[in-house]
């Protein structure tokens, strides 16, 4: 037996020829031979060991001063009766092309038994004649732990029926699946690479935010919602995302270092939308019945019209104001119903337009409001429904003024007039504002706004009949 198959460090499966270069290649291969993840022998045409590396040792137990020069695996690391099958199958290897995979039970140094998977391929002479075969062997156990890790990613990138998006270092998008590519509005190359920004309109900062953290400190302990809008070629998409993250670290390197995070997402934007709609509607219910029990304690029928305008405003509208119908007699008789529509409208109810506080009877003198043609106030009474009014996007001066040319707080941008009936009759218009910072109405603003008028109207013709009697 040759020193070089002793050592388990030779260059070739053969005798190693005199010379510093030999001796260099073999130190070079030895430690390449050592620093390998997976243990790995190699055999010559005779089925001699001639290299086993030190996690070969490891798995084993058998060091490489005992392993080679042994011929096969017979009487050390397999069972006898398992030996010739196991050699038969291992030096097949020469003679088929390719990489050929087994599994076998190996024995340990003290006893015990190991299943190994392995992949062995023939090793070819200066002449391209097989001179041996090479064997790459782990345990089982550990080759299916791996095969699953990456069956795992593969199958979150494909088929995963949420979003998976890989970030880089720099947040950057490196690999997304067709769900995410979807959901952001685009395809799957076309957002590489690219910044959060250049998808999202609003929430960036937030999503960046947490992807920042967990670079830094690790995964969070639950998952996060996270509102944001979507930018596509027909406008903004309003969507809630409910994200975990992972960090993702070199498995390689001494110390960890973070190559991104992994950061999962599905779109819960239906059940939080279900939810903040159901939400809205209890406390609204709420709100109509805690007026309703406050207003039937009022002696004045006008104090119960503002007790209903201040319990609506809550969490609805910035501000509110009520005009009644000025009266309109011909002859001494009965409202003219044709005047109806040319009817002029009091003010008879406020928010204060400064300070926050309770709202305000006003109009004892019963002079009309300068509302000028097309009012939505006066659309509304003409109409006897409900009427929408904003002031779009201009710039803050141009707002301004479409809310004081309309006799409004100058602050309103949203607009919501409601008419007052009762018994048949057009009482008023009840309006409600919202700032620029706020949504404008929708419709089932207008029906929250129209139940709340009913009760207002109610109260209203009930202080009207007061004063007839009076």
Request: some cysteine.
């Amino acid at each position: 037996m040759s020193a070089s198959r002793r050592s388990g460090t030779t260059g070739e499966l053969g005798p190693e020829e005199p010379g510093r270069e030999s001796s260099d290649g073999s130190d070079l291969l030895a430690a390449l031979l050592d620093g390998m993840d997976a243990a790995l022998c190699a055999f010559d045409a005779d089925a001699v060991v001639t290299h086993w590396n030190r996690e070969a040792e490891r798995v084993l137990g058998w060091t490489a001063a005992e392993a080679v020069g042994r011929r096969g695996f017979d009487g050390w690391a397999v069972r006898g009766a398992d030996a010739a099958e196991v050699e038969a199958r291992l030096m097949s290897a020469m003679d088929a092309p390719g990489r050929q995979v087994h599994e076998f039970a190996l024995l340990t140094k003290d006893g015990g038994r190991v299943l190994v998977r392995t992949q062995s391929a023939a090793v070819r002479g200066p002449d391209g004649k097989p001179a041996g075969v090479y064997c790459a062997f782990s345990e089982v156990h550990t080759q299916i732990d791996l095969e699953r890790s990456i069956a795992l990613s593969e199958a979150l990138l494909e088929d995963a029926s949420w979003g998976v998006v890989l970030v880089d270092a720099d947040l950057r998008p490196a690999v997304v699946n067709a769900h995410a590519a979807k959901a952001l509005g685009t395809g799957r190359t076309s957002v590489l690479g690219r910044p959060l920004g250049d998808l999202l309109s609003q929430g960036v900062e937030e999503l960046e935010s947490a992807l920042t953290h967990v670079l830094a400190q690790g995964a969070p302990p639950a998952p996060a919602e996270i509102w944001v809008s979507v930018r596509e070629p027909e406008g903004e998409r309003r969507r809630c995302w409910r994200c975990g993250f992972v960090r993702l670290a070199s498995p390689l390197a001494e110390e960890p270092v973070p190559l991104g995070v992994g950061w999962l997402f599905q779109d819960v934007t239906e059940a939080r939308q279900s939810e903040q709609e159901a939400s809205l509607a209890r406390f609204r219910a709420q709100q109509l019945h805690r007026a309703a029990r406050a207003a039937a304690e009022c002696e004045d029928p006008a104090e119960a019209v503002t007790v209903h305008l201040d319990f609506a405003l809550a969490g609805f509208a910035d501000h509110a104001l009520i005009d009644r119908v000025a009266d309109r007699t011909a002859d001494g008789g009965a409202e003219d119903e044709e005047g109806a529509g040319r009817a002029r409208l009091v003010r008879i109810a406020a928010t204060p337009s400064g300070a926050p506080g309770p709202s305000r009877l006003a109009g004892q003198a019963g002079l009309p409001v300068r509302y000028g043609e097309g009012h939505p106030a006066l659309r509304c009474v003409e109409r006897a429904g409900s009427v929408r009014a904003d002031a779009g996007a201009v710039p803050a001066p141009e707002a301004r003024a479409w809310a004081v040319s309309r006799q409004w707080p100058a602050d309103a941008a949203h607009a919501l007039c409601t008419v007052l009936r009762s018994r048949g009759r057009t009482l008023g218009a009840v309006t409600f504002l919202r700032g620029p910072g706020r949504h404008a109405f929708e419709r089932p603003d207008a029906m929250y706004a129209e139940e709340v008028a009913h009760r207002i109207a109610a109260a209203l013709d009930l202080m009207g009949a007061a004063g007839r009697r009076e």
